[in-house]
């Protein structure tokens, strides 16, 4: 795997996918804050939203990787120019 394929998309994803996991083997109480009811499903919610957010990630990086080839290629003069920073 690719460096340039751990988007925040993905990286977010990761984070969601811990939280889901400490909800389903901790319970939901976990998930909960101090005084509040516990959602009996946040797991289940956390789990979905690492879903989405994993397919937003797939599709920007589709994106950019078909931007990126539309790009037209470097002219022998503008490969020899230093990149900007």
Known sequence: MKLHYLNGFILS?????????AGLIWGNQVLAEPGSP??????AEYAM?????VVNGILSIKIANEAHARQP?????EAEKPAAV
């Open 49 to 53: 939203a690492a879903v989405i957010m």
């Open 73 to 77: 290629a470097a002219t022998p003069v």
């Open 13 to 21: 994803a990761g984070a969601l996918l811990i939280v889901a996991a």
């Open 38 to 43: 516990v959602n009996s499903r946040a797991w």
